[in-house]
């Protein structure tokens, strides 16, 4: 079954959830972003979502206790609305194994590095120091290993002469949030499963991830 309900989880800025909400209003997505959810109540992304009309809950896992009550939490939060796809847009959160069996193969992130290169966080001066020619962005299934779930689409960027961290993620954002639309806009025309640690897309399994060329669409 294709995707018709995304919820969107976040922890900053959004925006990363804004393109997804320019590009349902501009008719490029045939899903409807049903919900939003940020761990930290000062999220920025939480006022797009409200000018979207897009209803926006927070849970901070500040007022927990421990991590597994967080986690029932979210999943019942999440649960509300019953999303056929969850996408992690900057979810800055590490999540515990419930979350992972409830939504599994539901539950995407996005991830600024080539991956399997540089998992986890600051991968822009990682990139940089260890003298890579290229950069990027992933989205992968969420498994239980940290940014090692199946990748199912990148982006690349060249990492020029000069460049700093900052410069380098300046460069990426854009291309981040070209490549978080074309994914979603897969989900919803084609049924993108998860099996055996690999992505299969209408029955036909990837051997590589899909590559988002300089339209913003993926090369065949
Ligand atoms: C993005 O760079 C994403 O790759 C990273 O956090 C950033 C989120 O930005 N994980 P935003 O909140 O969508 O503006």
Same mark, same amino acid.
Request: with cysteine; net charge neutral.
């Given at each position: 079954?294709?995707?018709?309900?995304?919820?969107?989880?976040?922890?900053?800025?959004?925006?990363?959830?804004?393109?997804?909400?320019?590009?349902?209003?501009?008719?490029?997505?045939?899903?409807?972003?049903?919900?939003?959810?940020?761990?930290?109540?000062?999220?920025?992304?939480?006022?797009?979502?409200?000018?979207?009309?897009?209803?926006?809950?927070?849970?901070?896992?500040?007022?927990?206790? /421990?991590?597994?009550?967080?986690?029932?939490?979210?999943?019942?939060?999440?649960?509300?609305?019953?999303?056929?796809?969850?996408?992690?847009?900057?979810?800055?959160?590490?999540?515990?194994?419930?979350?992972? &069996?409830?939504?599994?193969?539901?539950?995407?992130?996005?991830?600024?590095?080539?991956?399997?290169?540089?998992?986890?966080?600051?991968?822009?001066?990682?990139?940089?120091?260890?003298?890579?020619?290229?950069?990027?962005?992933?989205?992968?299934?969420?498994?239980?290993? +940290?940014?090692?779930?199946?990748?199912?689409?990148?982006?690349?960027?060249?990492?020029? /002469?000069? &460049? &700093?961290?900052?410069?380098?993620?300046?460069?990426?954002?854009?291309? /981040?949030?070209? +490549?978080?639309?074309?994914?979603?806009?897969?989900?919803?025309?084609?049924?993108?499963?998860?099996?055996?640690?690999?992505?299969?897309? &209408?029955?036909?399994?990837?051997?590589?991830?899909?590559?988002?060329?300089?339209?913003?669409?993926?090369?065949?």
């Amino acid at each position: 079954m294709n995707v018709r309900r995304v919820t969107v989880l976040i922890s900053g800025g959004g925006s990363n959830l804004q393109a997804l909400i320019d590009a349902c209003n501009g008719g490029r997505l045939p899903v409807r972003i049903v919900h939003v959810i940020s761990n930290r109540a000062d999220a920025a992304g939480l006022v797009r979502a409200s000018s979207a009309g897009i209803p926006a809950s927070i849970l901070e896992h500040a007022d927990f206790q /421990e991590r597994g009550e967080f986690d029932r939490a979210l999943i019942e939060l999440i649960s509300t609305h019953a999303p056929d796809l969850v996408v992690l847009a900057g979810f800055m959160r590490i999540l515990g194994p419930a979350v992972l &069996d409830r939504f599994n193969c539901r539950m995407i992130n996005l991830h600024p590095s080539l991956l399997p290169r540089h998992r986890g966080t600051d991968t822009c001066r990682r990139a940089i120091q260890a003298g890579d020619a290229e950069h990027g962005a992933s989205m992968h299934f969420v498994t239980a290993e +940290l940014d090692g779930g199946p990748v199912i689409a990148q982006v690349r960027i060249p990492v020029m /002469e000069g &460049d &700093d961290a900052h410069s380098l993620m300046a460069r990426l954002a854009p291309r /981040e949030h070209a +490549l978080v639309v074309a994914t979603v806009e897969l989900f919803g025309r084609c049924s993108v499963q998860c099996a055996d640690n690999a992505v299969s897309i &209408d029955g036909k399994r990837l051997t590589n991830p899909l590559l988002l060329n300089a339209n913003g669409h993926f090369s065949v």
